[in-house]
Each structure stands twice: as C-alpha cells, then as structure tokens.
C-alpha cells in the first residue's frame, strides 16, 4: 500500500516540477492562459487549473499551456490557488486568455449538525456578517457522533445510519442552503470527521479500533473510532466528501485525521510512525485524487503541539508531511488545549495572542511554508483546563491579530455551543 502512495506522490511532485517551467505562447495545438492577482495584475505561481479529470499547475510566470483538444470550441476550467477564491472560467481556443483571481480571507465561525440545523442558532449566524468581519462558515457534513444533516447515501449504503438516533437533527435540503449562503456571499467549509465514527464502526467492527485484548476500543466519551490503516474504510468518508462537494461547498476539511491519542492500542498494521504517517498522508493522498474533478479546497485539523512536536505526536500527524497534501493546515491553537503549556507562556490561557503568533511562526519555520497555507482555530469558548476564565473579546481579538500578522489564510472560530458576540468580534 505505502509503496503505491510514494510512487503517486513522486508522480504528482515531478509533473509539478515540469508545469513550474517558464509556458510557450499558444501554438496551433494548444492554449495558453495567464493566472494573475486581479488587484496587482501580479502572477499567480502554483494555481491549480482543472478540467474534467486533469489538472495543471502554473508556473512562476502564472502561465500554463493546455492542450487544445476540441478546436474551435471553449474549455470549461476551474481555478484555484491558496489565498484566492476559486474562479470558474471559459477558455477560447487558440487564444492567449488571463484568469483573473480575487484575494479571499475567510474569518469563519463553526456549526455543527446541530446548529446548521437549528433556525435560531443558524440565523444567529447569518446575523453576523452584517455586524462584523466573519465571511465564511464551517459546516458539520460529518460530525464528531458521526451524524449528517442532510440524507447521506454514502452512510446509508454503508450502513452507518442505522446506528444514528432516528431524532438526529437535519436540514430538509441542505443543497439549496449552501446556494442561499453562497448567495450571501458566504465562503462555505464542510468539516469531515473522519476517523472518530462510532455508527461505521458499530456497522463494521472488523474496521474498529481494538485494544490490547483484542476488544472493541472506545474513548472517553464511549465513542469507537475506525482504525486508520485499513484503507477498505477510508473509501467511505471520500464519498461523503464527494457528497460535500457535489453540493457545492468551496473547501473540504478533514477532522480528526488521525490515530487515538491513547497507548497501547491495536490496529491492523504495526503501530509504528512511519505506519502512522503513512495512513494519514495515504488518506489524503486519495481524496486529492477522488476530489480532483471538482477542484475544491482541502484543509485538515491538526492538534496545536503538531506545530512543535518533530515526530508525529503519536497520533500520524508529522507536520512537514502535510503541506503537499492538503491547501490550508488549519492548527488548533486554542490556549486551553496546551495542556503542558509553552515555556514562558504559563499559563497559556494568560497569553493567547503569544500562543497562537508563537506556533503559528514555528508551523512556517519548520515547513518553509508562507502563512497563507495556514488558517488556525482560535479558541471562542471557556477554558476548560487552567483557570475557567471566560474568553471574552480581548482574548478573542489577541488571537485574531496574531493570525492575522502571521499573513494567514484568515481564521476560524470554535465554540462547541454555536453562540458567537457581535461585540467579540472585530468588524
């Protein structure tokens, strides 16, 4: 399995070497197109141009020379690029044509199912846009009790919904709710919590996490999660993902995308890191492929001590493998969950713009990564593990602007009860 992975890696990283090389004006076999900055004009090295099932990448000029397989007729495209809102295009043949690209920040508040299904919790959150800077939403597509606000196909057919409380929450038609939202001009994430799935656990225990006995493992809220080398099971949150994007949402970001952060556990392969790591990248390896034709975002979580710890954390995050993964890492920089705290930082819940600017500083050194890879949850609700203080507008904003000096890709807002001040947030 990990000697297929390595190889479609190299494939994908050589091609991208090629496509870097200066592009040849259009011939009479091909196109050629120009990705700029639509404010500076400047070219955009590095955008991803689809069609159907292929892909480009421009060059350090923003240029790309397509094929031009039917003459005489457009090529539908889409175009995206890390900082930029993603652009739908009509290629001419024969002529050299610019794509034109618009500088996107998402400033994001999170949703789950309970919330995007909840009319008081939702229009609370439409409520904001008007009021503040949030542009964007994280939606729960996949949350963490494996639920689904909309009829997921991918969980019946797997059979993953029998195992769902029948009064889950759901949204009637959730397609026409992300193309009201669009229509509000909203940026629109669909969170995936991939491995931690007690329903496609229950429905396929030969997929579960198993403890030293050789039982059925379960964390501390009595959840079972699915093992992460057993790649039979990853196919089933791509087709959720895929769902996620057929309805149209810009980004996919996958949750925890990871190992238990417990010991002595058992999973299909040896509980290794290079085995560890190998799942994780593996996994994301695949949704690149599976989204290709659909061109969205991918993001996905990683703990905030992955930006510190050099080794995977235990758990198959290793940072400097994620970058040619994934478009946005998106650390959990909430100060409550830097439980052994940073030196000099102690308590961390005392220094939240300090924690975040500090991690977010050795994310980029570490990778050689600009900040605008990167968009970190910021924490928006009460500390749970220092001194219970409530996180108001000052230690909100200290988050904000130390993301924001960072030159990351904007920020995203957690509060597990779905309840956001207007008057903790900057305008």
């Known amino acids: 399995m990990h000697k297929r992975i390595m190889i479609s890696r190299w494939i994908v990283w050589s091609l991208s070497l090629l496509c870097l090389q200066p592009v040849a004006s259009a011939t009479a076999d091909t196109l050629a197109v120009t990705v700029v900055d639509a404010a500076t004009h400047a070219p955009i090295a590095g955008a991803t141009l689809v069609s159907g099932d292929l892909a480009w990448i421009s ?37 050299h044509e610019t794509v034109a690209m618009t500088r996107l920040r998402p400033k994001a508040i999170y949703l789950s199912v309970y919330g995007i299904a909840s009319r008081t919790l939702l229009d609370a959150a439409l409520a904001l846009p008007a009021r503040t800077a949030i542009n964007a939403v994280v939606i729960d597509v996949k949350g963490d009790r494996g639920m689904t606000p909309y009829r997921s196909h991918a969980r019946e057919g797997i059979g993953a ?193 300090e924690i975040v600017s500090r991690s977010l500083a050795q994310a980029m050194r570490r990778t050689g990564l600009p900040g605008v890879r990167f968009r970190p949850w910021l924490q928006a609700f009460r500390d749970y593990a220092f001194d219970r203080r409530n996180f108001g507008a000052a230690e909100i904003r200290a988050q904000i602007e130390a993301a924001d000096a960072a030159g990351t890709d904007g920020w995203m807002l957690w509060n597990p009860r779905n309840r956001y001040e207007p008057t903790t947030l900057p305008r």
């Open 59 to 95: 060059g350090r000029d923003g240029g790309i020379a397509l094929p031009d397989t039917t003459p005489g007729a457009p090529m539908a495209v889409s175009v995206r690029a890390p900082g930029y809102a993603r652009v739908q295009a009509s290629i001419g043949a024969g002529a």
């Open 161 to 353: 919904q029998a195992y769902v409380p029948a009064n889950a929450p759901r949204v009637k038609n959730l397609p026409a709710l992300v193309k009201s939202l669009h229509d509000r001009g909203l940026y629109l994430i669909a969170r995936i919590v991939v491995f931690k799935d007690d329903p496609l656990a229950r429905a396929h225990p030969e997929w579960a996490v198993r403890d030293a006995e050789g039982n059925v493992w379960r964390d501390r809220e009595q959840l079972r999660w699915i093992d992460p080398t057993i790649s039979a099971a990853w196919a089933h949150n791509l087709d959720v993902a895929e769902e996620a994007a057929r309805m149209g949402f810009d980004e996919i970001q996958f949750d925890y995308l990871r190992f238990p952060d417990t010991p002595g556990l058992e999973f299909h392969e040896t509980n290794t890191a290079e085995h560890r790591v190998g799942a994780i990248t593996g996994f994301l390896s695949a949704a690149r492929e599976r989204l290709l034709r659909y061109n969205v975002y991918l993001s996905v979580d990683i703990f905030g001590y992955v930006c510190w710890n050099l080794n995977d954390t235990a758990i198959g995050q290793r940072l400097e493998t994620l970058g040619e993964q994934v478009d946005y890492i998106a650390p959990m920089l909430y100060p409550s969950g830097f439980t052994w705290g940073l030196p000099g930082y102690d308590p961390p819940t005392q220094y939240p713009g």
